[in-house]
């Protein structure tokens, strides 16, 4: 069953979470199936991206869709993973072209999605009570680091853009075959006061106040080290591989830490589809009747599916009539309907 576990490292500003993605994971791969499937490397770069927004989704606990994106220039033109504060997730890939073949290693992002150094990562945030005209938080990097050096891993990616937008400090280990999808984070929470320092300091001078939060970030930032390097060690073949106890404990046995209740079954991570005959109803509508009407004429109806779950929504001709009779119909302003 697909988990999610998160734990805390005792009196250390230090937390993770890891999560193992199984069924969920392979549900999806099998709606795949029926479109002929992804190259491996498509698989683990998808699966590796599935974990890391689960991870990201249960870290920030955002109350509407996290949906982390990769814009690609090579063989992979977009990859998305999409979870919900429920934790309820979807993935889908649009592949063009022949990918590497992933039997002789991992394949980089470079050979993917950053062929031409155009390549995009984009970490959406899209409010469950968006207002219309709002537009969604988005934030977009691009696949480099800081010394312009090409980054070729998924989690080099995002340790990068946490540090950055977000200024958080954060260990990423990800993996992804297709039986599995599952990842580490380990991440140093921000110190108590860190950005308060004068109204919380009351009878410290501020120089007094300043000198301990640095003493305290000294602590504090070794033994997010520590932990960290520790997390950097599991190999890809134990995050795939091992329960999560054993997991833990070969990595963490000499760090006291306390963990939660995993989240599994009906509030962990799995699989749903937000896609439904209304929304792909609405999109007809967008487009518009004429360019309905012309799909009608060659094709005999209109047949759209869901690149997620792999639903086919069939409209034949009096379906895709219906559609442009509204309620409203005849009313000023939908100069659409004839
Ligand atoms: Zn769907």
Redesign the pocket.
């Known amino acids: 069953m697909s988990e999610l576990h998160k734990f805390l490292f005792d009196g250390l500003p230090v937390r993770g979470m890891l999560v193992r993605l199984t069924d969920a994971w392979q549900d999806m791969l099998a709606r795949r199936q029926q479109a002929g499937g992804y190259p491996q490397a498509v698989t683990e770069l998808l699966g590796e991206m599935t974990a890391a927004a689960t991870l990201m989704q249960a870290n920030i606990k955002f109350n509407g869709a996290l949906i982390l994106q990769i814009m690609g220039d090579g063989p992979v033109k977009l990859a998305v993973a999409e979870v919900q504060p429920d934790l309820s997730l979807r993935a889908t890939a649009t592949v063009v072209g022949e990918v590497a073949d992933a039997s002789a290693g991992v394949v980089k992002l470079s050979d993917m999605v950053n062929v031409n150094n155009q390549g995009r990562c984009a970490i959406t945030l899209d409010p469950k009570d968006r207002q219309p005209g709002q537009q969604p938080y988005q934030g977009v990097v691009p696949l480099f680091g800081d010394r312009h050096e090409k980054l070729e891993k998924l989690s080099e990616v995002i340790e990068h853009y946490m540090l950055q937008s977000e200024q958080l400090d954060t260990r990423l280990v990800l993996a992804a075959n297709d039986k599995v999808a599952a990842g580490l984070l380990i991440q140093r929470l921000p110190v108590k006061g860190e950005n308060n320092l004068e109204g919380n300091q009351a009878g410290q001078s501020r120089a007094d106040a300043l000198r301990s939060a640095d003493e305290d970030q000294i602590g504090v930032n070794e033994d997010y080290n520590r932990i960290s390097i520790l997390a950097a060690s599991l190999k890809r073949e134990e995050l795939l591989e091992l329960d999560v106890d054993t997991i833990l404990r070969r990595l963490f046995w000499e760090e006291q830490h306390t963990r939660f209740e995993p989240l599994a079954g009906d509030t962990g991570p799995r699989f749903a ?1 937000t ?1 439904s005959r209304d929304r792909v109803g609405s999109m007809l509508r967008s487009l518009g009747v004429a360019e309905v009407d012309s799909i009608i004429a060659e094709q005999g109806q209109v047949e759209v599916g ?1 690149e ?2 792999g ?1 086919q929504y069939r409209y034949d001709p009096v379906d895709a009539a219906h559609l442009f009779v509204l309620p409203t119909a005849g009313a000023p302003g939908t100069d659409h309907i004839q």
């Open positions: 589809c896609c869901c997620f779950c639903t």
